[in-house]
């Protein structure tokens, strides 16, 4: 086609490499996606190396990288110390659909004319690339074909991850004799597993790992995109020195990675590591970390489509009280408003919500109510008529509102990705205008892929019209992303910026961590989906997003009573915790399913209630150092081969190894514990675990296989509370887990819980554990924070301590030594002291002789 195409090649600092490829003079603009990244990124001078014919050698700053782009064939080179990393365009998959002017517009030249009676099929041809039929929708697009895309290749990598959200694997499979991932978000009910289609979020980061490296590619793209994945064995000649070895070759592994996106332009950050956690840093980088979530949601959630009434809500509140079982936050869906018109309630069964709300607040719990983006046509609605009167909603192909059915019946979009209307949007949370609403309700989107029940693939149409004109496929994948913003955003207002969001959406993109958690959606109520839910909540981890969970118990159907045990006990270990159920499924609070069954879910809300220092914790980390609270077990343990498939356990954090039971009716699990220079305690009975490898555990009903790893210190409640604000005085337990060299550390990240007093006063507390040479010392982490507490260290739990020690002493600063009462069970090493009283934010050492 001749038309030329400008490439751009970027360094970033902290080992980034970027490439645009637009067209050097299109017909119009072509997206690129605003908002996603958290700023320009800053750029480093790339030095020119080598020029030579159709060759330019290119060296990063700090020398450690080349790049060697070659012009005919197009191709781009990574090098790292004479390795080559990755190369683009090697297969020659490059395609640029430029723009043209429609077909009525071409000026007929002798020489087209000559072309165009040679076949009028061509012609056909040509007009159908315009417009295109699905089902029974006509996708006109507006500016013609436009789709982009080009393959690279990693060389010496058989293992990649990533391009959430799908119901499959954590290693991404060979899509080569089958459909290819793709990155669409979609609202499909009750989606099957092991598919590769589209589901409710999209983030196009891809991870590649071998023991040496991992490496990163971010394909920064908001329309339709498909993955293709082909990952083969290529033959490598050795070299070497004498004659008769030239033959010498041997297989390498190489993965074939080609994207393809329906429009927008070729933007892709290639991340060079060479760590995970360096990729992780790299991508937060780019797009930010995740937001330090309120505590309280951080407890656990009681959902369902839906909470009646008022009575309803206040006897489900009271259940949780009457059966002695820890929550902080009660749901209401769809049903709570008039007609569905969001922002209002519905006068009969809501008729005081204000009351309802103070209830809970004496409780010293919490509401989320649900708020879509469809909104409902109806003139005596005032969301809906401000709306029109302003033009904030999404306009079809002719300049209309465009209208689609969804929960409310007839419904208008709100268009999100104009910055006026994401504006308006937040302050539609204020107090004043959002009537019956407290500052203990926070918010729920859903149905935000968009949802449109008439639709095709039950979404909006390609050609519908938003802010600036761009046409909705060029941002489909970022709808959900705005409208989380601008509640997130809502919800900071209201409080006049003192007071952090909760924000659960159900579809994201990259950077949807800045605003709040996500879920994966509508699951079932069977084993398959509990399986599948560890995986997905990992790759979704690994997209940057640590706030993620899974509908304990399955939304749709209803679980037999061991699958929502198992789910209950798997959900207590993972970032999100919301029990969550569909309007036709039976009612399953906790508490429904006989003494014995309500007794183990208590235990495992318990659990995770006694946990939350050490999960708060975490999330800090992810919110300061984009580490994923939860981890695929390669991320911890990057060179050892046998973790790099296992998706049936996780690590949570660097400390806790968890192994949800997944399968119906099992008397034992094998347990991979990894590194043979490492040492796994049983978390609950201390028991050091013989020989790390592949154990065969035996399980009951009552809990689920979690292991401490040796070297690290957990800290922990002593004791659950009705809800996390109940938990705020409760004293601390620490438990010191030593490993082969009879060392440990360990961190507690504190402030109050709820505002940004952390960041804008340095009101927090950060401090290190460490145990060395038989002491144990709390030190600060970080001298500019400061937070008060009464809290203290009650009790300390060593474990795997030699020898029975003589003496144990409290040394304080002064030199003085108190002696502390000990016990030590000499079975199982471990070491007791309780009743110690060490405040939390002093300094002190506890000596063991």
């Not at 490496?215 to 329309?223: D, K, R, T």
């Not at 332009?265 to 992780?280: K, N, R, S």
């Not at 235990?603 to 994923?628: G, K, M, N, Q, S």
């Not at 505002?755 to 600060?780: D, E, P």
Request: glycine share 6%.
């Amino acid at each position: 086609s001749q038309v030329l195409l400008q490439v751009e090649i970027y360094e970033i600092e902290g080992n980034i490499f970027r490439i645009k490829i637009n067209e050097a003079a299109p017909l119009r603009a072509r997206y690129e996606v605003p908002d996603v990244l958290i700023k320009e990124p800053t750029t480093q001078r790339l030095s020119v190396s080598q020029k030579e014919a159709g060759i330019l050698v290119l060296t990063s700053v700090n020398k450690d990288y080349t790049l060697q782009v070659t012009a005919n064939p197009f191709q781009v080179e990574l090098h790292s110390k004479g390795e080559t990393v990755l190369s683009m365009n090697s297969n020659g998959l490059l395609y640029f659909e430029h723009l043209q002017p429609p077909p009525s517009d071409r000026k007929s030249t002798a020489e087209n004319e000559e072309a165009a009676s040679d076949s009028s099929k061509e012609k056909q041809e040509d007009l159908g690339l315009w417009q295109e039929k699905f089902g029974s929708f006509l996708d006109f697009k507006a500016h013609g074909p436009s789709s982009v895309g080009v393959d690279f290749s990693l060389h010496g990598f058989d293992h990649v991850y990533g391009i959430p959200q799908h119901a499959e694997s954590l290693l991404l499979k060979n899509t080569s004799d089958g459909d290819a991932y793709r990155l669409y978000n979609l609202d499909i009910f009750g989606h099957k597993i092991h598919e590769k289609i589209g589901i409710y979020g999209s983030v196009p980061l891809l991870l590649a790992h071998k023991p040496n490296r991992t490496s990163g590619i971010f394909w920064l793209n908001s329309s339709e995109t498909l993955v293709d994945i082909n990952t083969k064995a290529v033959a490598e000649h050795i070299q070497s020195g004498s004659a008769a070895d030239t033959a010498k070759q041997r297989a390498v592994p190489l993965t074939d990675v080609r994207w393809m996106s329906e429009s927008g332009i070729i933007d892709v950050f290639l991340l060079m590591g060479p760590t995970a956690f360096d990729i992780f840093k790299q991508f937060a980088q780019l797009t930010g970390t995740q937001a330090l979530p309120p505590l309280f949601s951080l407890g656990y959630h009681q959902c369902r489509w839906n909470y009646e009434d008022e009575q309803d809500v206040k006897a489900v509140d009271a259940g949780f009280d009457e059966h002695d079982i820890p929550y902080d936050v009660i749901w209401l869906d769809i049903e709570h408003t008039d007609g569905k018109r969001y922002f209002t309630w519905d006068k009969k069964k809501f008729q005081n919500p204000k009351r309802m709300q103070e209830l809970l607040r004496k409780k010293k719990r919490k509401l989320v109510v649900i708020v879509d983006p469809h909104i409902k046509v109806d003139p005596m609605y005032a969301l809906y008529s401000q709306g029109k009167d302003k033009g904030y909603f999404v306009k079809d192909r002719n300049g209309q509102d465009f209208e689609g059915i969804c929960w409310p019946g007839s419904s208008c979009y709100l268009d999100f990705t104009n910055p006026e209307v994401r504006k308006w949007y937040a302050d539609q949370f204020a107090f004043k205008t959002y009537k019956g609403s407290t500052n203990i309700l926070f918010v729920w989107n859903d149905m935000n892929e968009p949802s449109v029940f008439k639709g095709a693939e039950l979404t909006m149409q390609k050609d519908a019209v938003h802010y600036k004109n761009w046409e909705h496929r060029e941002l489909h994948n970022l709808y959900g992303f705005y409208q989380q913003m601008a509640t997130a955003e809502g919800l900071i207002k209201r409080s006049s910026g003192k007071e952090r969001p909760f924000v659960l959406t159900r579809s994201f993109f990259a950077g949807s961590q800045k605003y709040g958690a996500v879920w994966t959606g509508d699951n079932t109520a069977e084993w398959g989906y509990l399986k599948i839910s560890i995986p997905m909540l990992l790759t979704i981890s690994l997209a940057g997003i640590s706030f993620c969970g899974a509908d304990v118990g399955g939304f749709i159907g209803d679980p037999e009573p061991e699958l929502l045990v198992r789910w209950y006990q798997a959900g207590a270990y993972q970032p999100f915790f919301r029990g969550h159920s569909n309007m036709e499924s039976k009612r399953r609070e906790p508490w429904l399913f006989g003494e014995k069954n309500t007794q183990i879910i208590r235990e495992a809300i318990r659990e995770r209630y006694v946990l939350l220092p050490y999960l708060y914790t975490l999330f800090y980390r992810a919110h300061t150092v984009a580490e994923p609270v939860m981890r695929p077990l390669w991320v911890e343990f990057p060179g050892k081969l046998e973790t790099f498939g296992v998706e049936n356990e996780y690590m949570l954090g660097n400390a806790l190894l968890v192994h949800p039971v997944t399968d119906k009716e099992a008397k034992a699990v094998s347990v991979l514990l990894p590194g043979s220079e490492e040492i796994w305690y049983d978390f609950r009975t201390f028991i050091r675990m013989e020989d790390p490898g592949t154990l065969k555990i035996p399980v009951t009903l009552d809990n689920i296989p979690v292991f401490q790893r040796g070297g690290t210190v957990i800290p922990l409640k002593t004791t659950a509370g009705k809800s996390t604000e109940w938990m705020i005085d409760v004293s601390y337990e620490l438990h010191v887990a030593l490993d082969t060299e009879a060392r440990a550390i360990g961190e507690l990240y504190l402030d109050d819980g709820h505002s940004f007093q952390y960041l804008h006063k340095k009101q927090f507390l950060y401090r290190k554990f460490t145990f060395h040479k038989n002491i144990l010392s709390s030190s600060c982490m970080c001298e500019s924070g400061q937070y008060h507490t009464t809290c203290v260290v009650e009790r300390v739990v060593f474990l795997g301590v030699g020898q029975q020690p003589t003496s144990v002493s409290v040394c304080s600063k002064d030199g003085k030594e108190k002696e502390v009462v000990f016990t030590y069970d000499t079975k199982t090493s471990v070491l007791m002291l309780e009743n110690l009283a060490l405040s939390i934010d002093a300094d002190w050492k506890i000596c063991v002789k």
